[in-house]
């Protein structure tokens, strides 16, 4: 089994940045794939971003150029830079753990971007 933990949600102003970490423990393999997805009032879950364990990286169109997904593989820790925040970033942000045999979520965490 494998435990997720988000950190760093909060409000804050359009335009500005918050740092999203998930901090995976437990049964982790050595190869496998973790991303950031959010759920807005009303809407599908929908991705974020995504790395595996090599570092490639994938972003949705929507937060190309904002958003920079990164892990700490030695503190199997995943991390979210969101810069120039919009109103439409509003969501739950949740961390995502999947392997060829394993997927698991995180609790989320409510990021909310207003003036």
């Known amino acids: 089994q494998v435990r997720l933990v988000e950190s760093g949600g909060g409000l804050v102003q359009p335009g500005g940045s918050l740092r999203l970490s998930c901090a995976a423990s437990g049964s982790i393999s050595s190869i496998n794939n973790m991303g950031w997805y959010r759920q807005a009032p009303g809407k599908q879950r929908e991705l974020v971003a995504t790395?595996?364990?090599?570092?490639?990286?994938n972003y949705a169109n929507s937060v190309k150029g904002r958003f920079t997904i990164s892990r700490d593989n030695a503190k199997n820790t995943m991390y979210l830079q969101m810069n120039s925040l919009k109103p439409e970033d509003t969501a739950v942000y949740y961390c995502?753990?999947?392997?060829?045999?394993?997927?698991?979520w995180g609790q989320g965490t409510q990021v909310t971007v207003s003036s």
């Open positions: 790395i595996t364990s090599g570092s490639r990286t």
């Open positions: 995502r753990y999947l392997s060829s045999i394993q997927n698991y």
